[in-house]
């Protein structure tokens, strides 16, 4: 179903038929919006090009605002660590700055290089879904809980929805298998223990409504999943995971924490948490 004016303008984006003009497809513009983020820049002081592609474009449709209210209040952002206010991403589950040193630390630089230089669209999506370098950066340093590298996985599912005549009110967070191929652009989450999508077409998949508008609302689409991708009865770990997510609200902060905590408690091989039931 194509999305009306009136629901666009409702949900504070452009109408459907407005595409903005970039270099290359918008689904490689859409990945390569917030390099400067990746660089520790601001938007006003970005390059154009970075390892040698055009970067800081536009992305069409609103998605890139629409997934920044998915994470962030709407209005004037103001500092809500003060004593926090650079790049790097505090970690939700444990309130350590993330990163530490340089950018070129590591080979961090070489690793946002190799990520940027990506020409297929597909490609480019798989590879922000295992990105560990985009995942040290928040997304605004007045909010450094939230995930760049979530934000953007974000903003592209949106897109890809919008170009396809979706609208956001007629999204959905579906459950796929984490087994499974994960669905080009759509993907958001894909770990080991679980992978989410958000699509306009969830067929049989567990799924639950996004809502009418974006908004800092994660919480409340995952309370209504009508089936959650792990047993939630069944193991200690996965009730404290599950009892998280029910109060965090910012997507990207709770897409990043679902990461973070899955690999520090490696709960699919039953590690972690003391293996408690």
Known sequence: MAMTDSAAAGAGREPADSEAVTDVTPMLAVYRHDVHKLRGRAHEAARERVAGVRVNETVPLG????????????????QTVAAHASPPRLSLLTGDVVMTGSLGADGRGAAVRELVRIEDPVAMHAAWLSSDVASLFNESLYYPYTSLKYHTLLAAALLDNYRAGVGFEELFLAVEDPDGPVTPHRTVLSIPEMQLCVTGEPGDRPAARLGDGPARCFADVWARLPEHPFDVDGERRWRVLDAQLRRIRSWSAALQYVEEYCRRFDLRSGAGLGGER
């Open 63 to 78: 998605a890139d605002r629409d997934a920044a209210m998915l994470s962030r209040p709407r209005g004037e952002p103001g």
